[in-house]
Nanobody
Framework: VQLQASGGGLVQDGGSLRLSCAAS????????MGWFCQAPGKEREFVAA????????YYANSVKGRFTISRDNAKNTVYLQMNSLKPVDTALYYC???????????????????WGQGTQVTVSS
């Protein structure tokens, strides 16, 4: 499956962005999906994840209450709505897909087999 992330950009402190991750080559309906971010000089970090049935979502503590992950399996797309953005959120954001239907370690990059190319989010103060 090929993943294409988009929607990044430059936004001011407190602003909002919606990232999209469109899939091709295979339907995403059976995949557990995640968003990760990587700032310069840092390791890739977990942001949010959603189960393949969209009945369970997971968030990093740093984004709880500000970010919302969702998916539209009919459109083969996963979204990350980012509100109340902060300069510390500045990073390259990646979407990822896991073929596992149950991913207990949803925060671990090693559980995801497919990755998009990343979309840059920059939050100015």
């Amino acid at each position: 499956v090929q993943l294409q992330a988009s929607g990044g950009g430059l936004v001011q402190d407190g602003g909002s962005l919606r990232l999209s991750c469109a899939a091709s080559g295979r339907t995403l309906s059976g995949y557990h999906m995640g968003w990760f971010c990587q700032a310069p000089g840092k390791e890739r970090e977990f942001v949010a994840a959603v189960s393949w049935r969209a009945d369970t979502t997971y968030y990093a503590n740093s984004v709880k209450g500000r970010f919302t992950i969702s998916r539209d399996n009919a459109k083969n797309t996963v979204y990350l709505q980012m509100n109340s953005l902060k300069p510390v959120d500045t990073a390259l954001y990646y979407c990822a897909a896991s073929p596992l239907t149950y991913v207990p370690d949803y925060y671990d990059t090693r559980n995801y087999d497919y990755w998009g190319q990343g979309t840059q989010v920059t939050v100015s103060s």
